[in-house]
T-cell receptor
Framework: DTEVTQTPKHLVMGMTNKKSLKCEQH?????MYWYKQKAKKPPELMFV???????INESVPSRFSPECPNSSLLNLHLHALQPEDSALYLC??????????????????FGSGTRLTVV | GENVEQHPSTLSVQEGDSAVIKCTYS??????FPWYKQELGKGPQLIID?????GEKKDQRIAVTLNKTAKHFSLHITETQPEDSAVYFC??????????FGKGTMLLVSP
């Protein structure tokens, strides 16, 4: 299995809703990532988990809350989002070079993303 | 931190022609350079990558070259086909940092 699976593919939510995005991989990768991508822009890093621990938070607003229940799963909990948060949310994974959470220079595999619309 | 510049932003070619996309990076410690293809409505797909100890790598119609001294790397696609039409992103990774993407190149291959 060489895939990263994201659900749902599309999500429309109101500004007062609470929803979650899910990501799953079974490649044995120990680093997992959330990216946000606006139209005609490159992906922007939001969070990095390494060995199920949050290692990087790129100053993301608290209305986005990541969770890594185990080495195969990554969630992104959404609450009180704004219309400007509408974007494609991408999950990715990669092998971690060593056990100390560093060395993210292995091939990243991206999921197909969740297209989020906040109304 | 790392900064990756990518050119051109749009590239139109005729089917069968070659296409070249160029990227430069700023951090001399960067040692891994992947290229991603992103089709409409899909996530980025890794198409080829190169490490700093290699100058060139080829996979069928796709090749990547790396010039460490000049800090630039390029993607070469030969015998382009309409299905090569997509947005292509270069990226760089430096040791303990994560991917830094270029701004992307929209490649249009006309039949």
């Amino acid at each position: 299995d060489t895939e990263v699976t994201q659900t749902p593919k599309h999500l429309v939510m109101g500004m007062t809703n609470k929803k979650s995005l899910k990501c799953e991989q079974h490649m044995g990768h120990r680093a997992m990532y959330w990216y946000k991508q606006k139209a005609k822009k490159p992906p922007e890093l939001m969070f990095v988990y390494s060995y199920e621990k949050l290692s990087i938070n790129e100053s993301v607003p608290s209305r986005f809350s990541p969770e890594c229940p185990n080495s195969s799963l990554l969630n992104l909990h959404l609450h009180a989002l704004q219309p400007e948060d509408s974007a494609l949310y991408l999950c990715a994974s990669s092998q971690d070079r060593n056990g100390q959470g560093g060395g993210f220079n292995r091939g990243y595999t991206f999921g197909s993303g969740t297209r989020l619309t906040v109304v | 931190g790392e900064n990756v510049e990518q050119h051109p932003s749009t590239l139109s070619v005729q089917e069968g022609d070659s296409a070249v996309i160029k990227c430069t990076y700023s951090d001399s410690a960067s040692n891994y350079f992947p290229w991603y293809k992103q089709e409409l409505g899909k996530g980025p797909q890794l198409i080829i990558d190169i490490r700093s100890n290699v100058g060139e790598k080829k996979d069928q119609r796709i090749a990547v070259t790396l010039n460490k001294t000049a800090k630039h790397f390029s993607l070469h696609i030969t015998e382009t086909q309409p299905e090569d039409s997509a947005v292509y992103f270069c990226a760089a990774v430096s040791g303990y940092s994560t991917l830094t993407f270029g701004k992307g190149t929209m490649l249009l291959v006309s039949p």
